[in-house]
């Protein structure tokens, strides 16, 4: 009888441990504007979570939700519902990591909710966000701010980011054409109404630079990705201060 209370006691312990984790793992960011330090966060969840007490971290800054502004919805934060909250402390726009916790504990994955990281990758709390199974070592957003995260709420890493600028919002004026798409051996791109030089950066899905080059854009150009393993790449344009990211898949 003593055994069976023993071993009802740590089943007991068990599921509450995993309800706490599947719990903790509702609470998304799903927006992020380095430019207005602002961020928008869903509850994918079933309960209201209320995050006055959840923690921002970027580059080893800490602040607390609940002292930034909340620009719409409600920190205490219903199923399937959103809040936008611009934080206390500056985000670095060109490049920096950003860390959402439950609590002040910030070398803790239990803590940890969510991670972004852009411009470069080894930064701030990479490590914690590794060792939590949420973000791949060595990866980063590789896209235009601000970000967005077209994920379902399971799925993690930079892949699942992409930028909330349109295709206007890129003020290239120009008419950029990347095909096949997919490819197994070329892949060309033409580029019109435009006499700069144009530069191109083709990323792994780690956000590796796997090809670069600079072409003269009133040229057909062809880029050899027969050598690169089959998968999603970005490609990333740039003419002077404009850049302009397109998807790549390699078959």
């Known amino acids: 009888m003593k055994t069976n209370y023993i071993l009802n006691f740590l089943l007991a312990i068990a599921i509450f441990t995993l309800a706490s984790q599947t719990s903790d793992a ?27 007490s959840y923690w921002f971290c970027h580059l080893f800054t800490y602040t607390q939700l609940g002292s930034g502004t909340v620009q719409s919805g409600s920190l205490n934060l219903g199923p399937g519902q959103d809040v ?54 060595g990866s980063f957003i590789n896209v235009s701010p601000p970000y967005q995260y077209n994920g ?7 892949q699942f980011w992409d930028t909330l600028l349109g295709i206007s919002d890129f003020n290239l004026g120009l008419n950029l054409k990347l095909y096949p798409n997919p490819s197994d051996d070329v892949l060309n791109i033409t580029l019109q109404n435009s006499e700069a030089n144009l530069g191109i950066q083709l990323y792994d899905i780690l956000g590796k630079l796997v090809i670069q080059k600079t072409i003269n854009t009133t040229d057909l150009a062809q880029i050899d ?9 970005l490609v990333k344009f740039t003419i002077g201060d404009s850049t302009e990211t397109k998807r790549f898949i390699k078959n």
């Open 152 to 158: 379902d709420g399971n799925q993690n890493g930079f």
């Open 84 to 137: 936008v909250v611009t934080a206390s402390s500056n985000f670095n726009d060109a490049s920096s990591d950003l860390g959402l916790y439950q609590t002040s504990s910030f070398g803790s994955t239990t803590s940890m909710q969510d991670f972004v990281q852009w411009g470069t990758f080894g930064q701030g709390r990479e490590n914690i966000a590794a060792m939590k199974g949420i973000w791949t070592a």
């Open 225 to 233: 990705v027969s050598e690169l393993k089959e998968g999603l790449y």
């Open 26 to 52: 509702q609470i998304r960011m799903i927006e992020v504007d380095p430019a207005t330090n602002t961020v928008k966060i869903r509850n994918y969840g079933s309960t209201t979570v209320d995050l006055t």
